[in-house]
């Protein structure tokens, strides 16, 4: 008996994991539709629910019988079990079919040698630039993917026979494209030990933010495009005699170069086209495909206050000269001793007094250069401009610092001193406030001797801005440069290998079946027995 006990044990056992891996495949893709098989109370009710008519009784004479109403008789039993079994199943089954049911089955990995890649967007320039090394890697046995989001998996034949219909962009957004990004979404996407060779133009701004850190078997050859020379209008604006002053860059392989030109306004020109657009002034390069950018009309201001420090506003003020000198920008610089002389909307205001700034002005002016206020401190030390507005020659240009007042470390540090600590603070707010922590002074430092002193005023006042359009910039990278850096890790990848097998088209045959089985059911004429008297 306990023999035959753990032999059906084991078999029930075995039927339970069976059903469990079963159940566990089978899938809806649309489940809120099972709710539908509540629908099954109907016809429940239907047979349930069985009203049949009372007996009449025929007889000769009614004048002896008591007058009594007609009753009918009720009874709640099914009485065609077939019937009501198939409506049941017609009722389940649609529910089952409108819950979108599939059957998921885990596919093994497929052992590949490895993936071709190239950019969609230069498919065919990369075809025929490594035309033997790719076809070679496709007759081994290579899968071509597209390197772009979604690595999508494609024919290389088609493609050749019909590149114009096979390779369309779909994405009409200008998206900028950055290599680095998808290399490090393919390392998420396959194993470590997967060979990809990878195809692709070396042009720098494709290659956008911090190099990543993947695990990959990764082999990268790049090419310069045919089309590696630009040339374009960075910026323009109006000088002091109206005049146009304009920032031409020029872009190869090799590196990024600007270069200055002074143009009329009224004069005809060979090289620039300058075009009104919605009332505002544009100039263009003719020998570029770049569209007209609009010429800056703006007046910049510059206002300098002090009450007792007349010998750092003659400094600053020489400096400011030289600086509108090399800027060639429509410029206004004036300095007050009255604080309500000062019109707002001043784009640059140095208060080079230790008394608040009105609050008028305060509020109305762009940005307000401010002397501290507070304990003044002796050190031997020096100003350093390694912050975000430096250059690489700044960098290494260390100005003496004498005198330093304690700065406050809720700000963003723009000059610091050789222990870290604040000369130049920002504070950002409706508009940008400096704090100075230092004086525009020879006894406070030896930046107003310096050469420097108009170069830092200059990238303070003027920050580093990248070209709008960074399809402009055709310098190339070395192949160390663009090399993510690779680990010795190794993984797998985390996206499971899984198919669906659609099985909507057999709910609808049994439904089909269902159907006209209820129906040759419930139109069938009823069996007749005939009796002889």
């Given amino acids: ?13 075995v039927l339970y994991k069976k059903f469990k891996i079963s159940q566990a495949l089978f899938q809806f893709l649309n489940p809120i539709w099972l709710f539908a098989a509540a629908a099954l109370v109907i016809p429940v009710l239907i047979h349930l629910w069985n009203i049949r008519p009372g007996k009449v009784l025929k007889v000769g004479s009614i004048s002896l019988i008591d007058p009594a109403s007609r009753k009918s008789s009720r009874s709640f039993k099914l009485l065609d079990i077939p019937l009501f079994i198939l ?30 890649m190239i950019p969609k967007e ?15 890697l496709t007759k081994a046995g290579y899968e071509f993917h597209y390197f772009n989001q979604g690595f999508s998996k494609s024919n290389l034949t088609q493609i050749l026979l019909h590149p114009k219909d096979s390779i369309r962009i779909q994405d009409t957004t200008k998206q ?24 692709t133009p070396n042009q720098a701004n494709y290659f956008i933010g911090t190099k990543p850190q993947v695990a990959l078997n990764l082999h990268w050859q790049t090419y310069i495009p045919t089309d590696s020379v630009s040339n374009w209008v960075e910026r323009a604006w109006f000088t002091n005699n109206n005049s146009i002053r304009v920032v031409q860059g020029n872009s190869t392989a090799t590196g990024t170069a600007y270069s200055y030109a ?26 570029s495909k770049q569209t007209a950018i609009p010429i800056d009309t703006t007046t910049t201001r510059l206002a300098i206050y002090t009450d007792n420090a007349l010998a750092d506003a003659s400094y600053l003020k020489a400096a400011l000269q030289a600086l509108t000198e090399l ?7 004036k300095q007050y001793s009255s604080p309500a002389l000062i019109r707002v909307g001043q784009s640059w205001l140095f208060w080079l007094s230790e008394k608040p700034v009105p609050k008028r002005l305060l509020q109305q002016c762009q940005h307000i250069l401010v002397y501290a206020k507070g304990k003044v ?45 604040s000369v130049l603070g920002l504070h950002s707010g409706t508009n940008k406030v400096y704090r100075f922590y230092s004086r525009f002074n020879p006894s406070w430092n030896d930046l107003v001797w310096s050469n420097e002193f108009p170069t830092w005023l200059l990238k303070l006042m003027t920050p580093a801005e990248t070209t709008a359009n960074n399809s402009f910039d055709k310098r190339a990278l070395s192949q160390d440069q663009l090399m993510p850096e690779l680990t ?30 209820e129906r040759w059911l419930s139109n069938r004429e009823p069996k007749t027995t005939t009796s002889h008297d």
């Fill in 327 to 333: 800027a060639q920008h429509k410029t206004v610089l």
């Fill in 122 to 136: 230069h498919f065919i320039n990369t075809y025929k630039k490594f035309k033997p090394h790719i076809d070679s």
């Fill in 377 to 421: 401190v002796d050190t031997n030390s020096w100003i350093d401009n390694d912050g975000l507005y430096a250059t690489a020659v700044q960098q290494q240009q260390k100005i003496e610092l004498f005198k330093l007042i304690s700065s406050s470390n809720n700000e963003e540090v723009i000059w610091r001193d050789g222990f870290g600590h």
């Fill in 1 to 13: 008996m306990w023999r035959c006990a753990i032999f059906w044990y084991s078999e029930i056992k």
């Fill in 87 to 116: 409506r049941c199943l017609l009722l389940l089954t649609l529910a089952l079919l409108l819950s979108l049911p599939v059957w998921q089955k885990k596919l093994k990995p497929v052992k590949l040698k490895g993936w071709v």
């Fill in 176 to 199: 900028q494209i950055n290599y680095w990004t998808l290399i490090k979404q393919l390392d998420n996407k396959v194993a470590s030990t997967l060979p990809l060779y990878v195809f």
């Fill in 262 to 287: 002074t143009v009329q306004g009224n004069q005809a020109n060979s090289v620039y086209t300058i075009n009104t657009q919605d009332g505002r002034p544009t100039i263009k390069l003719n020998s």
């Fill in 488 to 517: 010795g890790d190794t993984h797998m990848p985390t996206v499971k290998l899984t198919g669906f097998t659609d099985l909507q088209p057999y709910f609808w045959l049994a439904l089909v079946l269902l159907f006209l089985a």
